[in-house]
């Protein structure tokens, strides 16, 4: 029961976090439909989707009683939902981003994406990100990529698995996966104490991560009287890893199974339930993902090793910020090397550490009730404000990993009042139904739920404000499988994901707002004004980051052609700060106009900002630079040969 209660709690929080990472009701499907099955075991629902009223996922909402004929989408959940260690490991990055001011652009690479990492961190390279985080999916096919990042002065960091050995990385944030390995072999040992035969399957075989820990496994079962068989690997796909399995089990038999990677410890569990050996084969897991976590709960995997992901996240854009900010020798004081002794210097190591979880508390062990709400303290705990005052305007890049993944389905169907559905967006109330056995067996949608072998069909409505966005509904093969408190958890799932969903469309509706103010803005803060023959002035207001740069340079440089301007003084009075970033785009403009044979004279440098651009070492030596326009405006006239004459009153 406190099981249940803690994996509750943190499916509600994984719902919230959705709403900082502004996900979509895809998103929120995919989050939701994983927790509740892996919550609520006794129903084992067959299928979870988000039927919503077409509009409700957007601007505006449902004014009045959903009427028939009403336009709905409907997501529907693939075989293959996204990895929640992912999931985690992006909170973490998107949540320091948003404590250090930082803005992280994460990207997603799919299993055998090697290239497809080094055409990230090279197009990074391109647009000039000031750091660069990356989960390798081939350490060594990537380290080039890393290399060129760190000739270009943009420092990396790899964060669950460590980079090739003499890396130009700086460091790595993850798990000591050997040391890991080796917490899970003394588990196997405690489990077996009679020994036996013991399998095992990872993910890849170039991974570096799944392949220190079956090391570490086996050197600490090796002279005990277990029998450590070659690893099998599933090459990301859970339906190779359980054929694997099952295949395995009914070859050889064996006494206990290692998984070494998040997916692999289920491929285990549910191949035990295939030989009806649930509960006799002895599993130890990697990582809490939902499936895991439901398998401990009803006995089928006995102990989990779990990496702390979302700390790995959090603290790769961190390390970035303080090596950015501070400088690498600051950032990395008291880190070891990765490799000690290693020539060249290896990259340095942050041990996020890992904890051993089991249904219940041992000596050795967190209970899993404890260890869910252990990560909920720590996400709390880790967070670090960035200091108030002028921060520097960061862009990282974290390119991350996770499994070729089937598309959500989307479909679109009209609303029939005559349904489960229209019957729980009118009525504002659940809907069970036993599709066999019930007054409601008549309705549209539990008819077709019966022809495909569904005996429980709920509809839960999404309610916000009084009014229905839309419908979360569950199917199960077992007769009778909702029961009374089975629906307070869904409705208390269902009125979190309403929030998130309405919260998601309020999001919206600000980013078009402010993208339309935004745009606005730029048109007015970056006027190019003719004061004199051949002397522009472009007066700066705001921030200075990518975007705004080029709808700028390109301006100046039209003003600059149709005029025949020889100067063109920009005023960064009114910017906001002159950064790092900023300063960038600005010397970037000057050499633009120089090609047009035009000089950029900056004016209006404040105190502070010069104490920063001296500060950050930034060389403005081939551009002019006045404190004040009207200095700048005589500057320019020597130039163009102009004078100014005051005239009598």
Not at 328 to 348: I, K, Q, T, V
Not at 406 to 416: C, S, T
Not at 623 to 636: D, N, S
């Amino acid at each position: 029961d406190k099981a249940r209660a803690a994996h509750e709690t943190r499916l509600l929080e994984e719902v919230l976090n959705a709403v900082a990472a502004q996900a979509s009701p895809r998103e929120l499907v995919e989050i939701v439909s994983k927790g509740i099955r892996s919550v609520q075991l006794r129903p084992h629902w067959s299928a979870v989707h988000l039927v919503m009223l077409d509009g409700a996922d957007r601007e505006g909402s449902p004014s009045s009683a959903p009427g028939q004929g009403r336009e709905l989408r409907v997501y529907r959940l693939p075989r293959r939902a996204p990895t929640s260690y992912w999931n985690n490991l992006r909170d973490g990055a998107l949540v320091a981003g948003h404590d250090l001011g930082a803005a992280v652009d994460l990207r997603f690479c799919a299993d055998n994406g090697a290239g497809r990492q080094s055409d990230l961190i090279d197009e990074g390279i391109r647009r000039g990100v000031q750091g660069i985080a990356v989960a390798p999916t081939d350490p060594a096919l990537i380290e080039p990529a890393i290399r060129r990042a760190t000739e270009a002065g943009i420092p990396v960091v790899t964060l669950d698995t460590p980079p090739a050995a003499g890396s130009s990385a700086l460091a790595y944030i993850g798990t000591d996966n050997a040391a890991a390995g080796r917490l899970a072999g003394e588990m196997m040992a405690r489990l077996l104490p009679e020994g036996g035969v013991v399998h095992a399957q990872m993910t890849s075989s170039r991974a570096l991560n799944g392949i220190e820990r079956v090391e570490g496994f086996g050197a600490v079962v090796a002279g005990r009287a277990i029998a450590v068989q070659p690893p099998s690997v599933n090459q990301f796909d859970p339906s190779r890893g359980l054929q694997l399995a099952v295949e395995a089990l009914r070859r050889e038999g064996g006494a206990g199974a290692f998984g070494a990677c998040a997916e692999n410890g289920p491929s285990w569990g549910r191949a035990a339930r295939a030989d009806g050996r649930a509960g006799d084969l002895k599993i130890v897991a990697f990582d809490l993902v939902p499936e895991t976590i439901a398998m401990i709960r009803e006995g089928t995997i006995h102990a989990a090793v779990v990496q702390r992901e979302y700390d790995m996240g959090y603290r790769a854009v961190q390390m970035l910020h303080d090596v950015i900010t501070r400088g690498a020798d600051a950032a990395l004081a008291g880190l070891p090397p990765l490799s000690p002794g290693a020539e060249p210097p290896s990259p340095r190591f942050a041990d996020t550490g890992v904890d051993v979880v089991t249904l219940e508390r041992t000596p050795w062990s967190h209970a899993l009730s404890d260890q869910l709400n252990l990560e909920l303290t720590r996400k709390a705990a880790i967070r670090r404000r960035a200091p108030t005052g002028v921060r520097p305007a960061l862009e990282l890049l974290v390119i991350l990993f996770d499994v070729e993944k089937e598309e959500l389905a989307e479909e679109r169907a009209l609303l029939d009042r005559g349904s489960l559905v229209g019957r729980a967006l009118s009525t504002a109330r659940s809907v069970v139904v036993d599709t066999a056995a019930s007054e409601l067996d008549g309705l549209s949608d539990v008819l077709e739920a019966r022809l495909h072998g569904t005996r429980t069909l709920v509809g839960v409505p999404l309610l916000t404000r009084g009014e229905a966005l839309g419908v979360l509904v569950l199917e199960s093969e077992r007769p009778s499988a909702c029961s009374p408190e089975d629906l307070a958890q869904i409705e208390r799932v269902a009125d979190t994901m309403a929030v998130a969903l309405e919260n998601v469309r309020l999001f919206e509706r600000m980013s078009r707002r402010q993208e339309s103010l935004v745009n606005t803005i730029i048109e007015l803060s970056s006027p190019v004004v003719p004061i004199a023959p051949e002397i522009l002035v472009m007066p700066v207001v705001g921030a200075m980051d990518r975007q705004r740069s080029g709808r700028f340079m390109e301006s100046m440089l039209q003003e600059i052609s149709r005029r025949r301007a020889r100067v063109v003084l920009v005023d960064v009075t009114g910017m906001a700060t002159v950064d790092a970033l900023a300063a960038h785009h600005l010397l970037q403009a000057a050499g633009a106009a120089r090609l047009l044979g035009a000089e950029v004279v900056l004016v209006g440098i404040a105190p502070e900002a010069a104490r920063l651009i001296v500060g950050q070492g930034l060389d403005l030596g081939r551009v002019a630079i006045r404190a004040t326009l009207e200095l700048g405006f005589a500057y320019a006239l020597s130039r163009t040969g102009g004078r100014v004459v005051y005239a009598d009153a």
